[in-house]
Every structure is written in C-alpha cells, then in structure tokens.
C-alpha cells in the first residue's frame, strides 16, 4: 500500500492478522512508501524489519502489483455512474481527497494472477443520496475509468462488470443500488437510451432473495449454483434459449422457435420477486463466470383473470438426466409455500414424457385433465 495509516498498523500488532507470508514478492514485509498516524506508529515503524519503504513508483507500479498473485484490491468509492465511472476523490468541483493509486491498484489486481479489484460504496451518502447516479455531476474527477472496473459492492450485493455492455452495467448497478432510487434510475436510464424503454424493472421493486442461493451436486457429481434470476441474466437466457435443441423448444413452447423474443426475454428474466419466481441453475459455479444450463419459474397472470400461477421448467439436453427438472420442481414447491400459495397450474404436451413423469412422481397432490394433446395439471401445494 502507498500509505501505512493508523488502522493498518493496528492490524499490524495482532497475532497472525498481517505476516505477507504468502506474497509471491517482497515476502513478510510490508511495501509502503508513506505513513501518517500516532506517535505509537512511528515508534513502531522505526528499524521494524517488516515495514520496508519504497518509492510511490515501485510501491504503485502497476507492473509491480501485478507480480503478487491473488491479490485483492478494494477501493473505496464516493459515487459510481451507470455506465462504470468511478469517483474517489471529488464531487462536482469539490476535493475530499488528492490524486491517489486508485487506478494503478485496481489494474494490478486486474493483472494479478487470482487477483480481484473491487469498488466498494455505500448505495446512500450521508445526505440522503444517491451514491449511484446515471452521470457524475460536472466537474466530477473520474478516478477509474469503466473499462477498468471489475466489481462494484455495496449492501445490496455486487454488480460484476468487466468486459460487459452499457445495458448490462446500468442493470446490475441499479440492482445494487439503494431501492429508494431505483426507479429513478432505471427512468434515467432508458431517458438516456443505455437501456431498452421496455425494461420492466419489476425486480427492483421489491429486494433480491438472497437467501435462495445455494450450492447444488447432480447425480454425476457436477457442481452447480441455483439462484433466483436477475435482470441482467438476459443475455445468458438468450444463450440458453440458442443452445436447445429444436424438439426441446417445441415442448417447451408448443411450438417452432427459431430466436427468442426481446419481451419474452425481459419478462422471464425481470420478474417481481414478492409474487413471482424464476431460479436458474449455473455451471459452472462461479457466481459472475457462467452459463445458465437450467430455468424454472412461476408467474401470475397480469391480468389477474387466473388466480393461480403457472409453473415452467426446462433443462438444456445435454445436462438432461442429471435430476435438474425433479430438483427445481420440488425447489419451486417450496418457495411458493413458504409465500403462501396454495396451488400451481402447468400446461404440458402429452408427448412431453420426462416432464409428465416428474409431475406424477412428485408427489404433490394434483388433478389433471386432457384437451387435444395438452395436460393441464393443477397442483395442490
């Protein structure tokens, strides 16, 4: 680090906290080329074998960061743009900072092998604000640029977004925003044409279930993450959609599909959280580096003709047979009692074997009838 502040060196004196044993270079010391604090740190740096000053230009040397391996930058940040920007040290024409590393550190952990660079803010100052905004005011200094930045945390989660589209940032960064705001910003957004003006944004309005996550091993060993979906899960759909094969589509839909529809797309992968559901299975189990290989989901009729929801699963063919579809139907059932829905409805072709299998293998009670090939199933929960 260029600056050995006081909390560092606090963390200096406890047992096994900081010992740099696992640096790739300058091994058990700590580089630093300034240090500000108590007289105390002082008196502890003086002729310490571990503290080692170097000059800014090694010590923030891009090159030189990039040789640690698994090193984790974290920056703090004081506002964050849709499209990526970063400010770290000025608001508008007001500094609360000089010129820092921030740059250097967040590409020499970019660089690093294993290595993380990460922003941090609060999604609220201190004011009441918002710490995201669709521009940073005028005169606002950019600290890292967005071609350089990877993720962006805060309370709400973490938006990963390297190497990914405007669209795609300004929908995982709303998503991490403070929700009072974010409407405003989605509005924002498509007023500035970075997204699609019909963006639902249903699933800003209500918080992102976490808890849902979890950590799943097929039947042959394969490890997958299953999690609710989110917005700016549309692309992977898109490729989920383009990897089925011909006849898995016309079970699925009834019907010949050559490409997926943008509305279908937004309507699936931006859903309502408080009332709707949609869980993805990934592979592999990288929470940012993944493709989706399975979707479930239930939705409520818009028009709120039907009361009960209807209920779609689909598994890509070659993870079939792996007890996907079974896992995710039962996942379904019970996230939608602890909701407290009561019933399921699901149209199936009668030609759809594996699907009518699960259904009746379940063992949720249902009754079912048959109009010209298709079953409809509905389910008591």
């Given at each position: 680090?260029?600056?050995?502040?006081?909390?560092?060196?606090r963390?200096?004196?406890?047992?096994?906290?900081?010992?740099?044993?696992?640096?790739?270079?300058?091994?058990?010391?700590?580089?630093?080329?300034?240090a500000?604090?108590?007289q105390?740190?002082y008196?502890?740096?003086?002729?310490?074998?571990?503290?080692e000053?170097?000059p800014?230009?090694?010590?923030?040397?891009?090159?030189?960061?990039a040789?640690?391996d698994?090193?984790?930058a974290?920056v703090?940040?004081?506002k964050?743009?849709?499209?990526?920007?970063v400010?770290t040290?000025?608001?508008?024409?007001?500094?609360?900072?000089?010129?820092?590393s921030?740059?250097e550190?967040?590409?020499?952990?970019?660089?690093s092998?294993?290595?993380k660079?990460?922003?941090?803010?609060?999604?609220?100052?201190?004011?009441?604000?918002?710490?995201?905004?669709s521009?940073?005011?005028?005169?606002?200094?950019v600290?890292?640029?967005?071609s350089?930045?990877?993720?962006?945390?805060?309370?709400?989660g973490?938006?990963?977004?390297y190497g990914?589209?405007?669209?795609?940032?300004?929908?995982?960064?709303?998503?991490i925003?403070?929700?009072?705001?974010?409407?405003e910003?989605?509005g924002?957004?498509?007023?500035?044409?970075?997204?699609?003006?019909?963006?639902?944004g249903?699933?800003?309005?209500?918080?992102?279930p976490?808890e849902l996550?979890?950590?799943?091993?097929?039947?042959?060993?394969?490890?997958?993450?299953?999690?609710p979906?989110k917005?700016?899960?549309?692309?992977?759909?898109?490729?989920?959609?383009?990897?089925?094969?011909?006849h898995s589509v016309?079970?699925?839909?009834?019907r010949?599909?050559k490409?997926?529809?943008?509305?279908i797309?937004?309507?699936?992968?931006?859903?309502?959280?408080?009332k709707?559901?949609?869980l993805?299975?990934?592979?592999?189990?990288?929470?940012?580096?993944?493709e989706?290989?399975?979707?479930?989901?239930?939705c409520?009729?818009?028009?709120?003709?039907?009361s009960?929801?209807?209920?779609?699963?689909?598994?890509?063919?070659?993870w079939?047979?792996?007890?996907?579809g079974?896992?995710?139907?039962q996942?379904l059932?019970?996230?939608?009692?602890?909701?407290?829905?009561?019933?399921f409805k699901?149209d199936?072709?009668?030609?759809?074997?594996?699907?009518?299998?699960?259904?009746?293998?379940?063992?949720?009670?249902?009754?079912?009838?048959?109009?010209?090939?298709?079953?409809?199933y509905?389910f008591?929960l």
């Amino acid at each position: 680090t260029d600056v050995l502040t006081e909390t560092l060196f606090r963390l200096h004196q406890l047992d096994g906290v900081i010992t740099n044993i696992h640096k790739t270079i300058d091994t058990g010391r700590s580089v630093v080329s300034q240090a500000h604090g108590s007289q105390a740190l002082y008196e502890f740096i003086d002729r310490n074998p571990v503290i080692e000053f170097q000059p800014s230009s090694y010590v923030c040397d891009t090159q030189v960061l990039a040789k640690i391996d698994h090193l984790v930058a974290i920056v703090g940040a004081l506002k964050v743009d849709l499209t990526g920007q970063v400010a770290t040290d000025s608001i508008a024409h007001n500094f609360y900072g000089g010129v820092w590393s921030d740059d250097e550190s967040i590409r020499g952990a970019r660089f690093s092998k294993g290595g993380k660079p990460i922003v941090v803010l609060s999604s609220k100052s201190l004011h009441g604000r918002s710490n995201i905004l669709s521009a940073l005011p005028p005169g606002t200094g950019v600290s890292i640029t967005r071609s350089d930045v990877e993720y962006v945390i805060t309370e709400y989660g973490t938006a990963s977004l390297y190497g990914k589209p405007i669209r795609e940032r300004c929908l995982a960064l709303i998503d991490i925003a403070h929700p009072d705001f974010r409407a405003e910003l989605l509005g924002q957004a498509k007023a500035s044409h970075y997204i699609s003006s019909s963006q639902p944004g249903k699933s800003f309005g209500s918080l992102y279930p976490a808890e849902l996550e979890e950590e799943l091993k097929t039947k042959t060993g394969k490890q997958v993450i299953v999690r609710p979906i989110k917005a700016v899960d549309e692309d992977n759909l898109r490729n989920f959609f383009h990897q089925l094969s011909d006849h898995s589509v016309y079970l699925r839909y009834f019907r010949k599909m050559k490409s997926m529809p943008q509305k279908i797309l937004q309507k699936t992968a931006d859903v309502d959280y408080s009332k709707d559901m949609a869980l993805v299975v990934l592979s592999p189990p990288d929470p940012f580096q993944h493709e989706i290989v399975g979707i479930a989901q239930w939705c409520s009729d818009p028009r709120g003709i039907d009361s009960h929801p209807d209920i779609a699963f689909q598994v890509r063919d070659d993870w079939q047979g792996e007890g996907l579809g079974t896992y995710l139907f039962q996942r379904l059932v019970e996230i939608a009692k602890v909701m407290g829905l009561s019933k399921f409805k699901a149209d199936v072709l009668s030609q759809n074997k594996e699907m009518n299998a699960i259904f009746q293998n379940s063992g949720v009670p249902f009754v079912r009838r048959t109009d010209f090939g298709v079953i409809t199933y509905l389910f008591d929960l």
